[in-house]
């Protein structure tokens, strides 16, 4: 059997925390002690050959922290850690760079130590030029590049060292649209030739695109552990404060004050929908109840498609309108629309919340409340996700 290419056990560290200078001079010539900030706690993750998983978690949840370890730039103060083959990180920018050398000298110190052999560093070095889209400014100091500029290095050199791992933290979000883009491609073949990776990222598109599974880091420890879909709903309920004792299993969750009673798809005609023709007029009806008086409230909906990539959304704060219900009141709110998704199968999810804050001010939150089917319209052939307003072709002599 394969051996998995990070398997990490009951990983912990903490860091000092001085109160002052004066503190840590003590300290050092221990006349006193520090109080120390646990940064992981046992922390257990196995990454075999060719899946890939998302690190998900806010700031200071401990995801840098667990990457540095994975790396090698910090020590666990206490676990297991193996690694099996070469593991290349794009981290912090500027890490591993010599800012006072060249971009084309730094290509062979930092892919030196990712591993590579001066003859390999060698063959590759124009590709990995040409990948940076840098040009003349490789032979400028890196002190002089811009934060995308030494994104743009680093993730070249990274990706061809060819290594066991590659893991990727927000350092691309950095980068151009369009070098983005280029990225995610090289990470997508990487990936397809058996590559494993290990993706940190707060685009849940992109970790339900390229990740296998997902773990959930809050407050250190792993919260989560499992579909990546499924990540990422606990995820949203974590940053709303929700215990995940009082949500269950359910995709469903909130303070229930105001509270989503029915929703359905209807035809211009009224009747409801589940298989609609792309280009179609179709209303979102939603049914919405209080137990007490709230206002300035915001309901708003996602189409999904079947791979739990985002299609479009809104909310009722966005459109200039706000909700407003008293005691015992039910109201229904209608988005009318025209559907111009492709063929295929899509889900709603619905949420009604603060019009100011969708995350710690849920009131109902249902994922996937609605599934629906799109019909290719036989007048209007397209390909993609959504169609757009072709007016007319038209076929003239250049002149």
């Given at each position: 059997m394969t051996p998995p290419i990070i398997f990490a056990n009951k990983i912990s560290k903490s860091f000092a925390l001085p109160s002052s200078p004066l503190s840590l001079l003590c300290a050092i010539f221990g006349f006193t002690s520090m109080s120390r900030r646990k940064a992981l706690k046992n922390i257990s993750l196995t990454l075999n050959k060719g899946e890939s998983i998302a690190i998900i978690g806010q700031n200071g949840a401990g995801k840098s922290t667990l990457l540095k370890i994975l790396t090698g730039v910090l020590l666990p103060d206490s676990g297991e850690l193996k690694i099996e083959g070469t593991v290349a990180a794009l981290l912090e920018l500027g890490a591993g760079f010599d800012m006072r050398l060249t971009g084309r000298?730094?290509?062979?110190?930092?892919?030196?130590?990712?591993?590579?052999?001066?003859?390999?560093?060698?063959?590759?070095?124009?590709?990995?030029?040409?990948?940076?889209?840098?040009?003349?400014?490789?032979?400028?100091?890196?002190?002089?590049?811009?934060?995308?500029?030494?994104m743009r290095l680093g993730f070249a050199i990274a990706i061809h060292s060819s290594p066991a791992c590659f893991i990727v933290d927000e350092a691309l979000s950095v980068g151009d649209a369009s070098f983005q883009q280029k990225c995610l491609r090289a990470i997508d073949t990487y990936?397809?030739?058996?590559?494993?990776?290990?993706?940190?990222?707060?685009?849940?598109?992109?970790?339900?695109?390229?990740?296998?599974?997902?773990?959930?880091?809050?407050?250190?420890?792993?919260a989560f552990e499992g579909d990546t879909a499924q990540a990422v709903k606990f995820y949203i309920r974590h940053i709303s404060n929700m215990a995940y004792e009082e949500m269950g299993t359910s995709d469903r969750y909130g303070f229930s004050v105001a509270t989503i009673e029915k929703a359905e798809l209807l035809s211009s005609s009224g009747a409801p929908q589940k298989q609609i023709i792309s280009g179609s007029d179709i209303t979102l009806s939603v049914h919405i109840s209080a137990k007490e008086s709230v206002s300035s409230l915001s309901l708003g909906f996602l189409i999904k498609d079947r791979l739990g990539m985002d299609m479009y959304g809104t909310n009722t704060t966005e459109r200039g309108v706000e909700l407003n219900l008293q005691k015992d009141e039910v109201i229904v709110v209608r988005f009318s629309f025209k559907l111009t998704l492709g063929a295929g199968k899509y889900s709603i999810t619905l949420g009604l919340h603060d019009s100011n804050d969708y995350t710690q001010n849920v009131q109902d939150w249902l994922y996937d409340a609605l599934s629906f089917e799109v019909i290719a319209n036989p007048n209007d052939r397209f390909v993609g996700p959504a169609g757009q307003i072709l007016h007319s072709i038209t076929i003239g002599k250049a002149i």
């Open positions: 000298q730094n290509i062979y110190a930092n892919a030196t130590l990712l591993g590579m052999q001066k003859k390999e560093i060698y063959a590759k070095e124009s590709s990995i030029v040409e990948f940076s889209e840098l040009g003349v400014r490789i032979d400028d100091p890196v002190r002089t590049y811009s934060s995308g500029m030494i990936r397809k030739n058996g590559g494993s990776l290990l993706f940190v990222s707060h685009d849940f598109n992109m970790i339900q695109k390229f990740c296998d599974r997902a773990i959930v880091l809050a407050d250190g420890e792993v």
